[in-house]
């Protein structure tokens, strides 16, 4: 398995973790006990996009949720000890581990979902990232449109994501509850979270109004173009 240097949740350079679906880690391996990461920014610096008081319910009870759940779920366990993203890998097609990939795929999808955003983020990509845009979906606008098309539309709980396959061909996909693209062979450079927890309290029931901000506003196209390599 591929242990390679990767910049990690809160900017440092971490090592030692190991690559999912044949791609280099994204977002830091944990081994048991798992942890809550920190915040790559303030629990207000993402408003009026996403308030403190979103972020305090959706970071500080769903995502702590999630890893609180995990690490009593695989105590004594062969997951106990296994990076995050094994864990995940290794339990995606199982039904028997289903409730272990539910919460170990939720840690790790939050763990993205915050850094693929940035107080000064929106506006456009720059170089290949942008190029490989260009090329994929034929305009910047076009894609834009169909990303909020795509997320929007997922029904019920689940995701939005920018995903590249092996080659570098850029596709967007949606995936309901906490399924990830990692376990289809694509590499995720982008999320959006549209379980309702992520905008509710925000906006309500305006999924959209939600969707177009965090695009518009938020998106983090220096991570995203990090992930592409």
Known sequence: MDRRKFIGLTGMTLVGTAAVAGFPN?????????????????DNALSPVISANTIGFHYGKHHKGYVDTLNKLVKDTQFEKMPLEDVVMKTAKSEKDKTIFNNA????????????????????????????????????????????????????????WLAADKKGKLSIVKT????????????????????????????????????????????????????LG
Do not use: C
């Not at 979270?193 to 983090?220: G, T």
């Open 176 to 227: 309901g509850d906490a399924e990830v693209p990692m376990t289809q062979g694509l590499k995720p450079l982008l999320t959006i979270d549209v379980w309702e927890h992520a905008y509710y309290l925000d906006y309500q029931n305006k999924r959209a109004d939600y969707v177009n901000a965090v695009i518009d506003k938020l998106l983090n196209w220096e991570f995203a173009a990090k992930n």
């Open 26 to 42: 994204i977002v830091p391996g944990q081994a048991m006990p798992f942890t809550l990461p920190a915040l790559p920014y303030a």
């Open 105 to 160: 795929a939720q840690i790790w999808n939050h763990n993205f979902y915050w850094n693929s955003m940035n107080p000064k983020g929106g506006g456009k990509p720059t170089g290949k990232l942008a190029q490989s845009i260009e090329r994929d979906f034929g305009s910047f606008d076009a894609f834009k449109k169909q990303l909020a098309d795509t997320t929007v539309s997922q029904f019920g709980t689940g995701w939005g």
